[in-house]
């Protein structure tokens, strides 16, 4: 790859943004990072100011989906440096989506280098507030133009950053979910275990039918049986029943979450009983009537661990815990953010530190 070119703006909007009062993926910071792929390699790596990009009608990736992202936070760290939690991670699933929609890979040099140069430059844009962070959003998408269903040839890999506070409205109180009984997400064999832009698309009506409801989101059951959960909309979910921490397996139809290996490394470090199996809402709802179910949470990038306080299935409405927030899911949410702020000592070497 050739060398990183940088071009840098000739007049920052820093000033205008309210770093104390900010919503999610709304505000956008001064650079972005573009990379091209044209015959088998990767061409002129820049970093410029952020703005549109041009396209044609035909661009393929606007017919036929072939687009992939991921989410990351940095964070500024006690020393003053800047943290970022598990990147590797997310290089590593990126490449599993890339390979699942036929995008080439990206080569840890370069992800890594544009990453740190880029959060370098715009260093000033980390909220200093607790609670809030630098939102890394890395994506990749075809852009051949043309009408057909076959894959791009070229691709555009970016790097965009955005100042954010709590991704739901609730922060870190608890939140509702309804369970869909026409709609499901994902099947095994599928791209559900993909984080690409349809499986987001295919999400949109339920959840805005769960919205108007008067739920945060919706918690999808399996697409063969409709009887086994998934996974939340935008993040992975834990039961506690009778003390044992449990989340669905990673079958092919959910999505890997990084919040969700860490958790459950933290759990069993605890000395935790921690499954990972299938299970029912009937499970579920059957552990809620016999006072067993203790505590729901999901688990995610931008949430980081949001307690559930509500879930609606058919009739029945499952209340879990008064509505207050679980030991577990307090214990996993301070933990986490701990690590993340460099509060607490990373055992894991799970932070990435940029001085």
Known sequence: MSELKITKTKKSHINEVDFENLGFGEIFTDHMFSVDYEAGRFINPRIEPYGKIEFEPALCTLHYGQAVFEGMKAFLSKDGGINVFRPEKNLERMNISNARM????????????????????????????????????????????????????????????????????????????????????????????????????????????????????????????????????????????????????????????????????????????????????????????????QEVFGSGTAAVISPVGLIQYKDTTININDGEVGPIAKRLFDEITGIQYGEIPDKFGWVYNIS
Request: charged share 25%; net charge negative.
């Open 102 to 293: 036929c995008i080439p890979q990206i080569d840890h040099d370069l992800f890594f280098d544009a990453m740190v140069t880029l959060l370098k430059l715009e260093k000033d844009w980390i909220p200093k507030k607790k609670g809030y962070s630098l939102y890394i959003r890395p994506f990749i998408f075809g852009t051949d133009s043309f009408l057909g269903v076959h894959p791009s040839k070229t691709y555009r890999f970016m790097i965009i950053l955005s100042p954010v506070g709590a991704y739901y409205k609730e922060g870190f109180n608890p939140v509702s979910l309804w369970v869909p009984e026409e709609y499901v997400r994902a099947v095994k064999g599928g791209v559900g275990n993909a984080k690409t832009a349809g499986n987001y698309a295919a999400s949109l009506l339920p959840t805005r039918i769960a919205n108007e409801k008067g739920f945060t989101q919706v918690l999808w059951l399996d697409g063969i049986e409709h009887k086994y959960i998934d996974e939340v909309g935008t993040m992975n979910i834990f039961f506690v029943i009778d003390d044992v921490m449990i989340t669905p397996p990673l079958e092919g139809s959910i999505l890997s979450g990084i919040t969700r290996d860490t958790s459950i490394q933290l759990a069993k470090l605890w000395g935790m009983d921690v499954q990972e199996r299938r299970i029912s809402i009937d499970e579920v709802v059957e552990a809620s009537k016999q006072n067993r179910l």
